[in-house]
C-alpha cells in the first residue's frame, strides 16, 4: 500500500494530547470519507498518546468485530508504528503487548457486534479505548466501555 504525506488533520490526530487548544478534551472523533487516513492517524495517535503517558495500564481497541478489527487495524499496526514500538500479539487472548522506551502497555481487543456485547467489557479498569468504526456499535457497548475508564484530569479516549 502507498502512503503519502499526512494531512492537516491527520497530523492533529497524531499529536492531539500536546496541542494547548485540545487540553481538556475527553474524546477526539473523527469524521470523513472512506480512504482518508482515518484509521491509520487515529491508532497511531491512540498508541503514541498511551505510551507517552502510561506505563503498566491496561486499554481497548475495539471495532465491530475482532475479525474486522484484525483485518482493518491489528494487521497494519506493526507496518504503521514500525521503528517506534515494538508489537506483540496474543491472538489466543486478544490481547497486543506495546513497549518502547521503558513503557510496556496491554492494549485488549474487543468487537462491539451486539447488545450483548457490552459483557465482554463490563469490570475491565481501562486507562483509555480507540474505537474503530464506533458508529457500528451498539450503544450499550460504548457506553459501558466508557465507564470503564479511569479519570484522571487528562484525555483518555480516542
Same mark, same amino acid.
Given at each position: 500500500? @502507498?502512503?503519502?504525506r499526512?494531512?492537516?488533520? @491527520?497530523?492533529i490526530?497524531?499529536? /492531539? /494530547?500536546?496541542?494547548?487548544?485540545?487540553?481538556?478534551?475527553d474524546a477526539?472523533?473523527?469524521?470523513?470519507s472512506?480512504?482518508s487516513?482515518?484509521t491509520l492517524?487515529?491508532?497511531?495517535?491512540?498508541?503514541?498518546?498511551?505510551?507517552?503517558?502510561? #506505563?503498566? @495500564?491496561? *486499554?481497548?481497541?475495539?471495532g465491530?468485530?475482532i475479525e474486522?478489527l484484525?483485518?482493518n487495524v491489528?494487521?497494519?499496526?506493526s507496518?504503521w508504528?514500525?521503528?517506534l514500538?515494538?508489537?506483540?500479539?496474543r491472538?489466543?487472548?486478544n490481547k497486543?503487548?506495546?513497549?518502547a522506551g521503558g513503557?510496556?502497555? #496491554?492494549? *485488549?481487543?474487543?468487537g462491539?457486534r451486539?447488545?450483548s456485547?457490552y459483557m465482554?467489557i463490563?469490570?475491565?479498569?481501562?486507562?483509555?479505548?480507540? *474505537?474503530d468504526?464506533v458508529?457500528l456499535m451498539?450503544r450499550? *457497548?460504548?457506553?459501558?466501555a466508557?465507564?470503564t475508564?479511569?479519570r484522571?484530569?487528562?484525555p483518555?479516549?480516542?
Amino acid at each position: 500500500m @502507498q502512503y503519502g504525506r499526512f494531512g492537516q488533520k @491527520q497530523l492533529i490526530t497524531l499529536e /492531539w /494530547w500536546q496541542l494547548p487548544q485540545y487540553a481538556g478534551y475527553d474524546a477526539l472523533i473523527c469524521d470523513g470519507s472512506i480512504r482518508s487516513g482515518k484509521t491509520l492517524s487515529m491508532t497511531a495517535g491512540f498508541v503514541m498518546w498511551s505510551m507517552t503517558q502510561f #506505563s503498566g @495500564q491496561n *486499554f481497548a481497541i475495539c471495532g465491530k468485530t475482532i475479525e474486522s478489527l484484525r483485518r482493518n487495524v491489528i494487521l497494519q499496526m506493526s507496518h504503521w508504528l514500525e521503528g517506534l514500538f515494538k508489537v506483540e500479539e496474543r491472538r489466543s487472548e486478544n490481547k497486543l503487548i506495546i513497549s518502547a522506551g521503558g513503557h510496556t502497555n #496491554s492494549y *485488549f481487543m474487543f468487537g462491539g457486534r451486539d447488545e450483548s456485547s457490552y459483557m465482554l467489557i463490563q469490570g475491565m479498569t481501562l486507562a483509555g479505548v480507540l *474505537f474503530d468504526e464506533v458508529a457500528l456499535m451498539p450503544r450499550s *457497548f460504548v457506553e459501558q466501555a466508557l465507564a470503564t475508564m479511569q479519570r484522571s484530569g487528562q484525555p483518555l479516549l480516542v
